[in-house]
């Protein structure tokens, strides 16, 4: 018996899980999907600071229990398996509405599939994307980027087309990154609801290159206070306000309902509170709220 629950990752700061080197200008890029060029967070990347919160937080039979542990002696594999994080929405500078959480057709279908091996049952109500013209964005009903029909990412203008799918997809994922009953949290739900937007699969792969955040790094000489030789390089990172998600699989060996349902309360409780994820902890890069669901 096994569970399979739903992980999201929300960035409050730019999050940087890079490959830890670059054949471009770019000395550190982000970490890409060889096929697709979309931006994801390895699972080793979440797993790594879970695991190092539970020491503080659960007792040490649960922590080994759900993550494994590596002394030689007692070698044990963890209950616990995480799927890399893919990227769900990229925050764009938008003229209207200051930016806009962008998404594509297979985003959101990819997304749908993992959703299939979870519990959700409003996978049912949420209806496939389609958009063939590269010319055409959609949008909600309660949408602040339009004027005139038109909404502007970046440099690009788009003509607003507004479906009942796209409120389906947008109602469903607000729900689970932010709770409308909590009052701090409602502003942030009607927020993504008024701000999503998808555009054409060719059009995300333009912005995956050029709405990135990319930042120039120096070390300075201790004695000159000049940049030292060499000591200048950049450094890319995912834009705050990004949002990620992918798949937790809980598998005990030999467990009942009650034993998986009280993994995943403790995996919740993990997850409670912001948390680093990704590199240049010490430059407040990869501070995330991470949601499981």
């Known amino acids: 018996m096994n569970l399979t629950k739903l992980v999201f990752v929300h960035a409050l700061s730019p999050l940087h899980a890079g490959t830890g080197q670059g054949a471009g200008v770019i000395d550190l890029p982000i970490a890409r999907e060889k096929a697709t060029n979309l931006p994801y967070l390895p699972g080793s990347s ?26 030689a002696e007692n070698l044990t594999m963890g209950a616990v398996q995480f799927s890399d994080l893919h990227l769900l929405c990229l925050p764009v500078r938008s003229l ?57 990412l970046e440099d690009l203008d788009f003509i607003a087309k507004d479906r009942p799918e796209v409120n389906q997809w947008g109602s469903f994922i607000a729900k689970n990154l932010f709770d409308s009953n909590k009052k701090d949290e409602k502003y942030w739900n009607d ?25 120039a790094r120096i070390s300075l000489d201790d004695n000159k206070k000049t940049v030292k030789q060499g000591a200048l390089w950049y450094e890319e990172a995912l834009p705050a306000e990004s949002i990620l998600t992918g798949l937790m699989l809980i598998a005990p060996p030999k467990a009942n309902q009650t034993y998986l349902d009280a993994m995943a309360s403790d995996l919740e409780k993990l997850c409670e509170k912001p948390i680093q994820l990704g590199g240049k902890a010490t430059v407040g890069r990869g501070i995330c709220r991470v949601i499981v669901k």
């Open 96 to 152: 209207y509405g200051t930016f806009a959480w962008v998404s594509s057709p297979y985003i959101l279908n990819r997304f749908a599939r993992g959703l299939a091996d979870t519990n959700h049952s409003q996978l049912r109500e949420l209806a496939p994307i389609q958009l063939d013209e590269a010319t055409q964005c959609l949008v909600t009903q309660k949408s602040s980027l339009t004027a005139n029909t038109k909404v502007y």
């Open 191 to 215: 927020l993504f609801l008024q701000r999503l937007c998808i555009v054409h699969d060719n059009v995300l792969s333009f912005l995956l290159n050029t709405a990135t955040e990319i930042t």
């Open 46 to 71: 979440l797993k790594g600071p879970l695991r190092d919160r539970a020491t503080d937080i659960l007792e040490n039979n649960v922590t080994h229990r759900i993550f494994g542990h590596s002394e």
